[in-house]
């Protein structure tokens, strides 16, 4: 069968990937930036990609119109200020752009909505689910709280709180009871859902054997990672300090702070269990994903991330806007140095940033990132998803990847922390020699001043980074450890 995958480059959709394929279908994938879209090889004969938008209607006419079924992914909850317009107006188009194919049924993955009073964020899912509803096709709904995975944003806000807090002094809502569900039954209820005639134009609740709050959830993880935690609860803390809180001690940004808290206040459990049986599933508990989602880690096996999305940072446009590095009315740091062990070199510049660091002053980093996050930028919390691969799209603590070739040995990337004005840092190898390149190009006066500025900085921090990186050994001492 011929499968369409709205929100292919998702958290979700990357992971649901390999198991369609494993099934036997073949895929479409729907992507806003094929650039920064990079499937595992061995997929390429079972997948068509199509660049498409669906805010844009015209760019819709590229679905094909002999696809059998399609999963609805998508969501801009962290992405807009209005993002409930924006998923109504996505769901609209979707429902209309496919109502010329033969796609005989939907499955959308959307929120638990069990209760009258929703937040807004269950509130657009809501509206979304609806307006599917109109649709020419069978739609089946599953609707999910927390999921717990490597690289999912819900995860990484309760590793971060245990793993940076040993007491905490939290709001309320901690106390809200929800249940979470591990993300491998989460692709096992999504891929047994296609073309079952049970679960068609129904809604179902999916989530783990165990019921638990928030709070319990944390202690739940400082349990596992043997670490003593105490929490306490507050009342006076007010959904936007909550959002403040989470923003500053998670890797999360301030819109998807604000979304979940809203969100948080809401209990999300299943109204039952039925699907289990239909399908056949015993969705695992609470502890032993956790334990399977920290194995993945250990093993750096995390296919995908919520930090390297989009809506993780600051872009709102394709990659290849930015690919073409300006020079025009740019200040540029530019240095050259010969290096022993062009491979080495090249392995050093693909481990950068994350835990590894920026190979020279990296408590300056940390202070700009510092910086950056107190003016309400991503800071250098991101980290990296794996610590040795790159592709375009990734996130590298304040900054994007534009373009990752090894075998050229040329990283590109571009800057995303709060700047007046624009900044890439390129890394090119050419013969046996490292270019290392910073570009500005400012915005108006206060971008000018900016660069004088932090001139003394960049001379300081570019010079020790590329000495570092041309040697052949890593010699950096212990102030300079991340």
């Keep these: 069968m011929k499968i ?44 068509e990609i199509i660049e498409v938008d669906f805010l844009d209607r015209d760019s819709l006419k590229r679905i094909p119109k002999d696809v059998d079924g399609a ?16 998923e109504l107006r996505c769901a609209k188009n979707f429902r209309e752009s496919v109502r010329e194919t033969k796609i005989h049924q939907v499955i959308y993955l959307s929120g638990i909505i069990n209760e009258n009073s929703l937040s807004r964020h269950l509130s657009s899912r809501k509206s979304v689910e609806l307006e599917l509803e109109k649709g020419y096709f069978h739609l089946t709904t599953l609707r999910a709280g927390i999921i717990i995975g490597s690289g999912s944003a819900s995860f990484e806000i309760i590793r971060d709180l245990v793993e940076k807090l040993p007491i905490m002094v939290t709001p309320k809502w901690l106390n809200t009871r929800c249940q ?29 054997p165990d019921i638990l709050s928030y709070k319990e959830m944390l202690l739940g993880f400082a349990k596992v990672r043997g670490l003593k935690r105490v929490i306490f609860t507050v009342p006076v803390m007010t959904p936007k300090l909550s959002s403040y809180w989470l923003f500053f001690v998670t890797s999360t940004s301030y819109k998807l702070a604000s979304a979940l808290v809203s969100s948080m206040k809401v209990e999300v459990i299943c109204r039952d269990n039925a699907i289990n049986k239909i399908l056949g599933i015993e969705p695992i508990g609470y502890e032993k994903s956790l334990k399977r989602t920290l194995y993945k ?27 073409d590095v300006p020079e ?15 491979s080495n070199t090249i392995d050093k510049i693909w481990q950068i940033g994350g835990t590894k660091g ?31 691969h790159l592709a375009p799209g990734d996130a590298v603590d304040f900054w994007r990847v534009l373009d990752a070739n090894k075998e050229e ?15 890439w840092l390129e890394f090119k190898i050419e013969k046996n020699s490292l270019i290392q390149t910073a570009t500005f190009r400012p915005k108006g006066l206060s971008g000018r001043l900016y660069w004088y500025l932090v001139l003394p900085f960049h001379g300081y921090i570019f010079k020790g980074m590329i000495k570092e990186l041309s040697k052949s050994t890593s010699t ?3 102030s300079d450890l991340p």
């Design 476 to 478: 950096l001492s212990k």
């Design 180 to 208: 979470p569900i591990g993300i491998r039954d989460v692709i096992l209820f999504l891929t047994k859902s296609l073309f079952n005639e049970a679960v068609y134009d129904k809604n179902f609740d999916i989530g783990g």
């Design 71 to 86: 999963y609805y992914l998508l969501h801009s909850m962290s992405s807009s200020s209005n993002y409930e317009d924006l």
């Design 409 to 423: 040995g040329r990283l590109l990337l571009l800057a995303e922390m709060r700047l007046p004005g624009e900044a």
């Design 297 to 323: 880690i250990q093993g750096n096996e995390i296919p995908s991330s919520w930090k390297d999305s989009w809506s993780s940072g600051r872009m709102d446009k394709k990659v290849t806007y930015f690919l």
């Design 328 to 342: 025009y009315g740019c200040f540029k740091d530019k240095r050259t140095i010969e290096v022993g062990d062009v």
């Design 358 to 388: 920026w190979y020279f002053g990296n408590w300056l980093w940390k202070l700009r990132g510092l910086l950056d996050q107190i003016l309400g930028g991503v800071g250098l919390r991101r980290g990296r998803t794996h610590p040795e």
């Design 4 to 47: 369409l995958l709205a929100g292919a480059t998702g958290y979700i959709g990357k992971r649901l990937l390999p198991a369609l394929i494993a099934q036997g279908h073949k895929v479409v994938c729907c992507v806003r930036d094929k650039n920064r879209f990079h499937p595992d090889p061995k997929f390429r004969p079972n997948i």
